[in-house]
């Protein structure tokens, strides 16, 4: 089992910046593919960001392109999301997800998530 701990969220302005951070603890060899959700009220989980074990490979939804950075710190079993240029609409529960695979269609592991509000 994998156990994924959120930290990070909190209120900003738009055009603000947070920084979110994943710790994954357990069996860390299933965290190849390690991403990013987010679920604003009323609304579908969307899909984020997703990084490999690498780090070589990102990616991103459009609607975060040029915005969002993920990176991962695997001696650290940490996955980060960097948030810029931040919009209202941004505002959801952000979760973290971990799979063994590189090409994950359902992610095994989820985290509680942290709420990013983005005040206009």
């Known amino acids: 089992q994998v156990q994924l701990v959120e930290s990070g969220g909190g209120l900003v302005q738009a055009g603000g910046s947070l920084s979110l951070s994943c710790a994954a603890s357990?069996?860390?060899?299933?965290?190849?593919?390690m991403g990013w959700f987010r679920q604003a009220p009323g609304k579908e989980r969307e899909f984020v960001a997703a990084i490999r074990r690498s780090g070589g490979s990102q990616y991103y939804a459009d609607s975060v392109k040029g915005r969002f950075t993920i990176s991962r710190d695997n001696a650290k079993n940490t996955v980060y999301l960097q948030m810029n240029s931040l919009k209202p609409e941004d505002t959801a529960a952000y979760y973290c997800?971990?799979?063994?695979?590189?090409?994950?269609?359902?992610?095994?592991?989820w985290g509680q998530g942290t709420q990013v509000t983005v005040s206009s």
């Open positions: 997800a971990a799979s063994p695979t590189p090409f994950p269609k359902e992610y095994d592991y």
């Open positions: 357990g069996r860390t060899s299933s965290t190849y593919t």
